[in-house]
Structure formats: C-alpha cells, structure tokens
C-alpha cells in the first residue's frame, strides 16, 4: 500500500486496506482517464495523481495519523527481524541483477 493511500481509512474511520484499495482505484481511473484525453506521458500521469494524493493526504490527516502513516510507528526490532530485513533486501538485489538483462532494467550502486 502507498504511503500516501491511507488518508480515506483515518478519515472516514474505516479498514486502511480498503482506503487503500479505493484510492488506489480512483488513482488508476485519473491515470486512465489523463493518458486518454491528453498527451501526458504514463509517468507524468502517475507523477502528478502521486503527488496530488500525498497532498490531500496530508491536509486530511490528522498530525498524528499523518506521522504513522508516512513513517509507520518507530518500535525496537529484535536481532531475528533485523537479519530478515538484510536477508530479504539482498535476495531482492541478487534476484534483480539476475533478471536485468531480460528486462531492461538497470541497478544503480552509488
């Protein structure tokens, strides 16, 4: 879920995954419908429905739901989440490099 999506559940009070799930709806309909009637490019298009959401958002949102759902909630991790969370960012690196020439893609290490 996109970190600007939440903003509907805090509002209205309801399930974030169905906020989520609406404003991910409506943003693909604005998308469609911005690739359709004009000659925006797909990243223009999502550029713009991005940053529009995130600043609804965040004028929607209270203060403290606004810190949450940007930053999610700052809690200690134990040792075992930690070397999860390394273990998963290095497949997902590895497994990235192998699959960029099929792809086109490219990683960039600075």
Known sequence: ???????LSFLWHFNPLLGGGATLFIGTLLIWELQKNDSFST????GVVFAGS???????????????????????ISGFTFVIGVLTVCTDCLLHLSIQERFDLKLVFA
């Open 43 to 46: 990243e223009v298009s999502i």
């Open 54 to 76: 995130v600043a609804i958002g965040a004028a929607l949102t209270p203060k403290e739901d606004l810190v949450d759902a940007f930053f999610g909630k700052f809690e200690p």
């Open 1 to 7: 879920m996109s970190h600007c999506r939440p903003w």
